[in-house]
């Protein structure tokens, strides 16, 4: 082949790998962009009746919330709502992280999340006052889904290694005086302090958040950031290309029905 050509060719084939591998950082760098997980906001008079919110776990969703936005917020006394409440299914808990790609980081985060939520909560009344005595929730991590089945497949083995270690949990270790403004479905921010374990590790925790009264349901939405490195957890790494960076939050958006 001659020269003129022969250095055509290997042009050619330079300009292809410079430009697949500015698509490849591209898209990884635009990520996701996935809502966090909060309280879905209550909908006015005016809202669309037919709107109901998404409690898929699909991480691409908006913010699954435990009722229909259109049933508006509850009111109710202490002495009703004592009692014990169970996780309902439509409850998520899930992962942010930030990921890397050749040590530039990604615009947006990796997120991955679950429905296998179960656990319950038990409420005493005291006069008019409302508190929680005690909750226990726990979350199957090996069923985390994120928008990539690659990653998902990773942290089974390394970070969080939930082949190894698939239960998630969270046990309430103070009790919690429920604000009256929550019994009038006012939404109340809240304090979760208790054991969480994670990676077979178990460390005390206080995770804000905030609840809220809507309709039957009891719902809690919070969230957390630690370094790996709290629940003996190293920051996946694949090949010292694609890596995780330090710290990672736990999300959670519990809805509790009567049990």
Wanted: aromatic share 4%; hydrophobic share 45%; glycine share 10%.
């Amino acid at each position: 082949m001659p020269s003129s050509r022969l250095s055509l060719a290997l042009a050619a084939v330079a300009l292809a790998v410079v430009l697949g591998g500015f698509v490849a950082v591209q898209q990884f760098l635009a990520g996701d962009d996935v809502a966090r997980l909060t309280l879905a906001p209550v909908a006015t008079a005016s809202a669309d009746p037919s709107a109901t919110s998404d409690a898929s776990t699909d991480p691409s969703a908006d913010p699954p919330g435990s009722t229909d936005p259109s049933a508006g917020t509850g009111t109710a006394t202490a002495a009703e709502l004592a009692g014990t409440w169970t996780v309902a299914d439509v409850s998520v808990v899930g992962y942010r992280v930030r990921e890397q790609l050749g040590g530039i980081s990604a615009l947006t985060d990796a997120v991955g999340r679950t429905s296998a939520v179960t656990g319950t909560a038990t409420l005493e009344a005291d006069g008019t006052s409302l508190i929680v005595t005690s909750a226990a929730f726990e979350a199957d991590l090996s069923q985390l889904e994120s928008d990539d089945g690659r990653r998902d497949n990773r942290i089974r083995s390394i970070g969080l290694e939930s082949d190894q270690f698939p239960t998630g949990s969270f046990v309430l270790a103070e009790p919690i005086e429920v604000p009256a403004a929550a019994l009038t479905g006012t939404t109340v921010d809240v304090t979760l302090t208790g054991d969480l374990t994670i990676h077979g590790v178990a460390r005390r925790v206080s995770i804000p958040g905030q609840a809220r009264l809507t309709g039957a349901a009891i719902e809690v939405a919070g969230s957390l950031t630690f370094p790996f490195s709290d629940f003996g957890m190293t920051p996946p790494d694949v090949a010292g290309f694609v890596q995780v960076e330090d710290d990672a939050t736990l999300e959670l958006l519990i809805s509790l029905a009567r049990a």
